[in-house]
């Protein structure tokens, strides 16, 4: 995997979603200067290519203003490398202004909708798939991709057909992703998709998939299955992400990703004292990073599924433990669950007579947007 910064302009947002544990109403807005520091940390860090997404709470609270000086700092700042940018928002605060900013960079936009208005209104709360949409038009009329990705939660699992459907019907594209237990919620587990229900959504959705071939791409199940078959993951929850992915907060504190943003255990170091990688992994929270790394070569190595597993996300892992690690990602249930169904389905009617090395001819391991990999490997001879 290419080396990650998530930049976490606040942590405010204007949306109050039900289920949602990263945002604080009492979050400062990144300065330019904390923007400056990290490049010249990241000049002499590494000297790698870098995907900066841009993240939050909400980060087009930073404004047009922000991105017009912080886009032009970064890339130039590290010129001597490729640096992409992404950036993850609920479109409420899109302008026209802050559409063209942001397209003069071709910056991909990735939102959140939940499935149709009275569902995704009922966990994101009401109003909010108005003004995301209006967002997205505006986003769009200005040359702006933009995506969606569904949460499905405890309440939402009930209407996975539904939300297929509307996906499906108007989108073409459904990127899911289950909601999470929050170490900083005191009820972390209110809304999150029970690990055995979200591994039977991802088999049902696999099926779904097959039966609309060509209408509809289900981008999950398209990471999953170039997992398996290229034999090592290529999204962040299943890779071996410790050291490759740094979320930088609006105070310029460094943590392992935009996940622990805001929590003072989870502080690696901070962009102004331009630490190096054995000072991050020195720090409280580089050490529980290498923990888990360790944890998993120990406890999973028996498993057929570790190379392109990793054990899932090391957030995940620590959530229903406070902060210790003492297990996986509970979510191996549902991953054993989909890789299983992908492996046993191969040579039957998923792939038909699928010869694997015709099938990866001119593929691009690095990439994962593109053409789907099921387009890729369903190639019969």
């Avoid at 597993?309 to 090391?314: D, E």
């Amino acid at each position: 995997m290419p080396f990650h910064v998530m930049l976490i302009p606040t942590l405010g947002c204007p949306s109050k979603c039900n289920y949602c544990w990263s945002s604080d109403a009492g979050s400062p807005i990144m300065d330019l200067d904390t923007v400056k520091k990290t490049v010249l940390w990241l000049r002499k860090f590494r000297k790698d290519d870098v995907t900066f997404t841009f993240h939050g709470g909400e980060p087009l609270l930073a404004g047009a203003g922000f991105y017009k000086k912080a886009l032009p700092m970064i890339a130039k700042g590290l010129s001597d490398r490729n640096v992409a940018f992404a950036m993850q928002t609920n479109l409420w605060l899109m302008t026209p202004e802050m559409a063209k900013v942001l397209a003069k960079y071709s910056i991909p936009i990735g939102s959140s909708l939940d499935g149709p208005k009275e569902i995704n209104d009922m966990q994101r709360g009401k109003g909010y798939y108005e003004r995301t949409l209006k967002g997205a038009r505006i986003a769009r009329e200005n040359g702006l991709d933009v995506k969606f990705i569904c949460t499905f939660t405890s309440r939402s699992i009930g209407y996975k057909e539904a939300i297929f459907d509307y996906f499906l019907e108007n989108g073409g594209t459904l990127k899911l992703h289950p909601a999470l237990p929050s170490l900083k919620s005191d009820d972390p587990g209110e809304w999150a998709l029970d690990p055995k229900e979200y591994g039977e959504l991802l088999v049902y959705l696999l099926d779904r998939y097959l039966e609309n071939w060509g209408r509809v791409e289900v981008m999950n199940i398209d990471h999953l299955c170039k997992g398996v078959f290229m034999r090592r993951g290529v999204v962040c929850t299943f890779v071996d992400c410790v050291g490759d992915t740094f979320a930088v907060g609006p105070d310029g504190n460094i943590y392992p990703c935009y996940r622990f943003v805001g929590m003072p255990d989870f502080v690696m170091g901070n962009v102004s004292d331009g630490p190096a990688m054995d000072d991050l992994m020195r720090s409280k929270a580089g050490k529980l990073m290498e923990g888990y790394r360790k944890s998993v070569d120990k406890n999973c190595r028996s498993c057929a599924h570790i190379r392109y597993c990793r054990g899932g996300c090391p957030y995940n892992a620590i959530v229903p433990t406070s902060g210790k690690i003492k297990g996986v990602d509970p979510h191996c249930v549902a991953y054993k669950r989909i890789f299983d169904e992908i492996i046993a389905r191969q040579g039957q009617e998923m792939f038909g007579s699928v010869h694997i090395e015709t099938a990866m001819a001119g593929f691009d391991p690095v990439s994962v947007g593109g053409p789907g990999v099921m387009q890729i490997m369903i190639k019969r001879i």
